[in-house]
């Protein structure tokens, strides 16, 4: 499991003195806590985390020495600057099932000839005990052709006695929909004609 570095923040320093100053501010909250602890962590420190982490993951979040083992719960980019402002963890209980989400990763797309792989469903939502957490699905699409779909109940993540599934089972996740390149024959007569 990976490990984070955070300090506590003094909330009379603005989160933006701190983004200049190379921070992300964040917070972490739990059930057994009696107050959620804003903190700071350094950017790079962060980025290297998430290269292997995402939302729904579990990490060990080290607050000024003290241990937690807490899940991603919200990360909140800024678009024009494509980096992180702010980011939330949940402290685990491991007697306590909690609610997150699984990413889904498809593999072998490209080997799928015959039509457009579309990814329907970027995440599934569950609960689970904190031994149970799932981070991610791979859904390997290399066998499926036009018309084939998969859905949640399809996925292992479904199967799991351990999981609770939030997201409707019947949802479709992939489906492989036919290339439509066509030209329709009026639109190509509007062409000729200009």
Do not use: C, W
């Amino acid at each position: 499991m990976n490990t984070l570095k955070a300090e506590k923040r003094s909330l009379d320093i603005k989160a933006k003195k701190l983004r200049r100053e190379g921070f992300v501010t964040g917070n972490v909250f739990g059930r057994e806590m009696n107050e959620s602890v804003p903190v700071k962590i350094q950017k790079k420190d962060l980025d290297a985390v998430l290269k292997t982490t995402a939302k729904g993951g579990q990490i060990m979040l080290d607050i000024d020495g003290e241990q937690y083992d807490v899940l991603v719960k919200d990360i909140q980019y800024n678009a024009m600057k494509r980096e992180i402002d702010e980011i939330s963890f949940q402290a685990l209980v491991s007697n306590e099932k909690i609610h997150s989400v699984a990413e889904v990763i498809l593999l072998n797309h490209n080997a799928v000839q015959d039509g457009v792989v579309q990814l329907l469903l970027p995440e599934i939502s569950y609960k689970a005990l904190p031994a149970a957490l799932v981070e991610k699905v791979e859904i390997d699409v290399s066998r499926m052709h036009v018309g084939d779909s998969i859905k949640v109940k399809d996925l292992e993540i479904a199967k799991d006695k351990d999981i609770d599934l939030k997201t409707d089972p019947e949802a479709v996740v992939v489906t492989v929909s036919q290339v439509h390149n066509d030209i329709p024959a009026a639109d190509a007569g509007e062409e000729a004609a200009e």
